[in-house]
């Protein structure tokens, strides 16, 4: 028999979630956990998955095996919601989102006409990711074009699956930080002939938020995403009550805020709704009816006082969820922060968010909000392998913690608990290292 010549070969602990499901309580019965497990990759896919023992036979002599024998390895993270450009800005003072927006997002953003600066940060970005084991990430640019392309560039030179868009904003900022609703339209459309299905880079239709665009402007922003149905429409809803109150303001007509963007063709299972914090019970059923998803973003709701996701309604309605960082009114780059903070939230609410379900939603759970899960979220063959090598016993405290560990649900509990940055021993993407500690 011919053996296969792996790219990668990975050897270790390995966790990981083997179906999407319905209902949260059917997680349980999806782990998988490989005590002493390999993983080869070919051309960043997945091609063998399994136990040490019965898969060693296929590698040649001459193959390194990296081994991990003390960590545990995870598919890597999938970050559905988040803005490269607010990544200075993470922990400004005191306000709430339209406050917020005003005082310290719009001069941020404006920076990033120059494509230099674009570049740099960029590049800090997508570091900060890998850093944190994030290898997936659904990302909002700037109004400016150039941001797009800079963002896209930096991915690429890592071989990591991004998708993102250029802002649309035509009214309510800044003037030289809107777009028309012919430019938005032009813009968007040579971005996406560019970057779209480039290598594994993907495209967004991005309106900011309902307020920000104006008829004209929604208008073509359906246009486009009727041209090109394949593609993603990422913007934010329902995550402030004055916000709330403000698009219901400006479109009268419509049947409150989510109305506004299905009335103008930009819901549907390529469409990722940021913080879905107040929806009412008629936009549920419309998110579901739609197969729209939504991103769940804690941290940042925590930190605007936006209020409590209802992560229970969500799986009630049968409406796909991802994991958000909201970078940078999120707090942290961190998957597992993150998932700290999704654990408090839904405390608060008196429901329990278990260890597993929260790697669900960090992995295969994202992957399906993004409609990407035939391709990332687990270690199944033939998908891509981007994954992360995590250290459980990162600080002193921690590992007094996990010495105490009943089980591994109780370790990863302690981990999603406990853990941030400290705890990323590599990140690997399309079957390639590149981040270590
Ligand atoms: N709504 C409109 N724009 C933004 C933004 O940049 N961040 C957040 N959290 N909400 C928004
Ligand atoms: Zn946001």
């Known amino acids: 028999m011919s053996s296969v010549i792996a790219t990668t070969a990975i050897r270790g602990r390995f966790l990981d979630i083997q179906n999407t499901v319905a209902q949260a309580r059917e997680i349980h019965d999806q782990v998988r956990y490989v005590e002493d497990g390999l993983l080869i990759s070919q051309n960043g896919k997945i091609t063998y998955f399994g136990a040490w023992q019965d898969g060693q036979h296929l590698l ?20 559905t919601h988040i803005h490269f450009p607010q990544t200075e800005m993470i922990g400004a003072y005191g306000e709430q989102l339209l406050e917020w927006l005003n005082t310290y997002t719009f001069p941020t953003e404006l920076q990033f006409k120059e494509p230099e600066y674009a570049t740099k940060i960029a590049e800090f970005f997508i570091q900060e990711l890998l850093k ?15 941001s797009v392309d800079a963002l896209f560039e930096a991915a690429t030179r890592k071989n990591m699956r991004v998708i993102a868009g250029k802002v649309l904003m035509d009214r309510h900022a800044p ?4 777009d028309t609703a012919d430019s938005a339209y032009t813009d968007s459309k040579a971005l996406i002939e560019k970057w779209h299905g480039q290598g594994r880079n993907l495209y967004a239709i991005t309106p900011r938020f309902a307020p920000t665009s104006t008829e004209a402007q929604l208008t073509k922003a359906g246009q486009l995403k009727a041209e090109y149905p394949d593609v993603y429409v990422h913007t934010h809803l329902s995550e402030n009550k004055n916000e709330i109150a403000w698009v219901k303001e400006l479109f009268p007509s419509q049947n409150g805020y989510l109305d506004v963007y299905h009335h103008y063709g930009l819901t549907g299972s390529k469409s990722v709704f940021a913080h879905c914090v107040h929806l009412e019970e008629h936009e ?19 930190f605007l006082g936006s209020g409590l996701f209802p992560l229970h309604k969500a799986w009630e309605k049968q409406v796909k969820v ?13 998957q597992l922060q993150t998932l700290n903070e999704a654990y408090k939230v839904q405390q608060l609410q008196g429901n329990k968010l278990s260890a597993f379900e929260a790697l669900y939603h960090a992995t295969l759970g994202s992957a399906k909000a993004l409609s990407l899960d035939d391709k990332l979220g687990n270690f199944k063959q033939g998908k891509e392998a981007d994954f992360v090598v995590l250290d459980l016993n990162a600080t002193a405290l921690q590992a007094l913690r996990q010495s105490r560990a009943k089980n591994l649900e109780d370790s990863l509990f302690a981990l999603v608990t406990m853990g941030d940055d400290r705890n990323i021993v590599a990140t690997y993407v399309f079957g390639q290292c590149v981040y270590q500690a």
């Open 60 to 79: 040649d002599a001459n193959i390194p095996v990296e081994h991990y024998p003390q960590q545990l390895i995870v598919p890597g993270f999938i970050d």
């Open 284 to 302: 549920w059923q419309c998110m579901h009816d739609t197969d729209s998803a939504i991103a769940f973003c804690p941290t940042s709701n925590l």
């Open 132 to 146: 944190n084991g994030t290898t997936t990430a659904l990302v909002f640019a700037t109004v400016h074009p150039e």
């Open 322 to 334: 991802g994991l958000g960082t909201d970078i940078g009114a999120g707090t942290s780059f961190n």
């Open 175 to 178: 003037e030289d930080l809107c």
